[in-house]
């Protein structure tokens, strides 16, 4: 392997940073300083010093993940980057980085980020096969009796092409529903996708009637529960957002086959939101 693609493959520097420190001296292999970045070298062989640091070869399939806070627009690379660098800085090289599965830019919580082009292949590989496992926490205008599934395709909106719309022509989309638990007039459900389309449990959810709090999109004209509080009936008003959180993501390591969780807790704003539903309203 060139010296300079493995360098730009295993840290954060980019290829015209590597040139650069191979030219400056900053680089030795084997305890010589090469000429060039064309310099072919035997990764787990020959040794490669970084200013001093010992750089060694990477597993192919590369990935972490990331808990995205609200605000963040993840429709394309820059708003992916911008994203990544103002949580982690220069500690990694973010032009590198490949996301799967993008969030809204008011939708919280675990996203899967790539390394490499091999690990974004891997990833995608699962979502497309449905063995990735996504789930979601929602708080949802309505009190639902139990949980069940929406089956109904989707596609953009013939109205309005910035939405979406249940659509016999669009694309396959299923979402499963379960409840959490009641409120007077709202309930918190957990959700899980087994298609990814865009906006889909937005969508869903307002089909079969029961829209995201703080949905300015799909939940049509706003209405406040009677009886409330007059603190429920701010904190829902004033709730700056859809109320949806990416709360668990599933995957199987890419190496040994198992199947690997993480979970990111509810936001702030959920959670202050929940309370508010859980205090007494004016009726009791």
């Known amino acids: 392997m060139r010296l300079d ?48 640091h010992l750089v060694e070869a990477q597993p192919s399939t590369r990935y972490f993940m990331m808990n995205k806070p609200q605000g963040y627009v993840c429709a394309n690379s820059d708003g992916e980057h911008a994203l990544v660098f103002d949580l982690m800085g220069d500690e990694i090289n973010v032009s590198k980085l490949h996301t799967v ?17 091999s690990a974004h292949a891997h990833i995608v590989d699962q979502l497309q096969t449905r063995t990735m496992g996504r789930e979601y926490e929602a708080i949802i205008s309505g009190v639902m009796t139990g949980g069940g599934t929406v089956n109904e395709p989707i596609a953009r909106s013939s109205k309005n092409r910035k939405k979406m719309a249940v659509s ?8 499963h529903y379960r409840v959490l638990s009641r409120f007077n007039a709202n309930s918190h459900i957990r959700v899980k996708l087994e298609t990814g389309r865009t906006h889909q449990i937005r969508v869903h959810m307002a089909h079969i009637k029961y829209p995201l709090v703080g949905d300015k999109t799909y939940s049509g004209r706003f209405k ?21 959180h990416a709360k668990k993501l599933t995957l199987t390591h890419p190496k040994t086959g ?23 309203s004016q009726s009791d």
């Open 5 to 52: 693609k493995y360098i730009c493959d295993n840290t954060s520097l980019t290829r015209s940073l590597a040139t650069k420190a191979i030219k400056s001296g900053r680089i030795k292999v084997n305890g010589i300083k090469p000429k060039s970045g064309s310099l072919k070298i035997i990764p787990d062989t020959d040794q490669v010093l970084v200013d001093g």
């Open 101 to 117: 599965g993008r969030l809204d830019k008011d939708t919280t919580g675990l996203m899967v980020v790539a390394k490499n082009l």
């Open 168 to 175: 016999p022509f669009g694309k396959h989309a299923v979402t």
């Open 224 to 244: 406040l529960p009677a009886g409330a509080s007059d603190f429920l009936k701010e904190s829902l008003k004033s709730f700056p957002r859809q109320a949806l």
């Open 258 to 280: 198992e199947e690997m969780s993480w979970e990111a807790d509810l936001p702030d704003d959920m959670l202050a939101l929940l309370e508010a539903l859980n205090e007494p």
